[in-house]
T-cell receptor, first 111, second 114 residues
Framework: EDKVVQSPLSLVVHEGDTVTLNCSYE??????LLWYKQEKKAPTFLFML????IEKKSGRLSSILDKKELFSILNITATQTGDSAIYLCAVANNAGNMLTFGGGTRLMVKP | DAGVIQSPRHEVTEMGQEVTLRCKPI?????LFWYRQTMMRGLELLIY????????DSGMPEDRFSAKMPNASFSTLKIQPSEPRDSAVYFC????????????FGPGTRLTVL
């Protein structure tokens, strides 16, 4: 059974801080790892990672995958209050289109 | 595109009643997923369809839950009879293509069973 573990469970920082969110996984026939941001409503897609060592970047957010050590990190630099959300990590295997989600990291950015 | 559409957005019902949640995936997407999210268990996949056919329903909690996808633009998730422990946010998501893992989520239905 595929498994995804995220840490920390929750995090409180101040605006301007840099945060690193962790995601470790166990999956048979790994295909990809995805990061989602969930504010008050539905999760919205951030990144999909398939190759080790290649950083994906979008503004102040970046993510990288290590397929040898079976983890990914999501970095947010110069955090803003609008970054407050639950960040979800999910993995997909080659068997189909299913995603297995981790429990999420709840980030709160204080002014 | 309007994105994934779900209805109702909120549902409050009494224990024992039948509940039907509805989803319209993004046009052209051929995979549809039903998830349930609670504080205790996080986001759990209940069932997913590919080309209107149920592929994996191993996440469906019990026989009280059933899902259908009669055509490419509509799916329902039914709970009969509902119980208080079914209270959760139910998300529908869709994706396009084979083994394309990016899923687009609807706004969710917040279900409260009293």
């Amino acid at each position: 059974e595929d498994k995804v573990v995220q840490s920390p469970l929750s995090l409180v920082v101040h605006e301007g801080d840099t945060v690193t969110l962790n995601c470790s996984y166990e999956v048979t026939n790994f295909r990809s790892l995805l990061w989602y941001k969930q504010e008050k409503k539905a999760p919205t897609f951030l990144f999909m990672l398939t190759s080790s060592g290649i950083e994906k970047k979008s503004g102040r957010l970046s993510s990288i995958l290590d397929k040898k050590e079976l983890f990914s990190i999501l970095n947010i630099t110069a955090t803003q209050t609008g970054d407050s959300a639950i960040y979800l990590c999910a993995v997909a295997n080659n068997a189909g289109n299913m995603l297995t989600f981790g429990g999420g990291t709840r980030l709160m950015v204080k002014p | 595109d309007a994105g994934v559409i779900q209805s109702p957005r909120h549902e409050v019902t009494e224990m024992g009643q039948e509940v039907t949640l509805r989803c319209k995936p993004i046009s052209g997407h051929n995979s549809l997923f039903w998830y349930r999210q609670t504080m205790m268990r996080g986001l759990e996949l209940l069932i997913y369809f590919n080309n209107n056919v149920p592929i994996d329903d191993s996440g469906m909690p019990e026989d009280r839950f059933s899902a259908k996808m009669p055509n490419a633009s509509f799916s329902t998730l039914k709970i009969q009879p509902s119980e208080p422990r079914d209270s959760a946010v139910y998300f529908c998501a869709s994706s396009f293509g084979v083994l394309n893992n990016e899923q687009f989520f609807g706004p969710g239905t917040r279900l409260t069973v009293l």
